[in-house]
């Protein structure tokens, strides 16, 4: 499997941060998916991730997280959250 740095010298606009830890951790189906919303300490905005099975709770756990930056818009209004691609516990 790739290292972060392989990813973030392949991929210009992949972001990377490392130990953070999360204060929120939301699950929620999302068709035959799981949909994971994360909020870290110290960051006002959502990290997503859809997996296919539920994860244990990651609140107060530390994790490093690679991904991309995105916008959505919802009703007229833009949401600005982050694409996780890569996530493992710190």
């Known amino acids: 499997m ?5 990813l973030l010298n392949r991929h210009p606009s992949l972001n990377h941060l490392e130990s953070r830890k999360v204060s929120s951790h939301v699950q929620r189906p ?3 998916w799981v949909r ?3 909020m870290l300490e110290g960051l006002d905005v959502p990290f997503v991730f859809r997996r296919q099975k ?3 709770s990651l609140i107060g756990a530390r994790v490093n997280l690679t ?4 916008t959505e818009e919802v009703a007229g209004i833009e949401f600005e959250s982050m694409k996780v691609v890569r996530i493992k516990r710190a």
């Open 67 to 70: 991904y991309y930056r995105q």
């Open 36 to 38: 994971h919303t994360l």
């Open 54 to 56: 539920p994860y244990r």
């Open 30 to 32: 999302d068709g035959e």
């Open 2 to 6: 790739a290292s972060a740095q392989d």
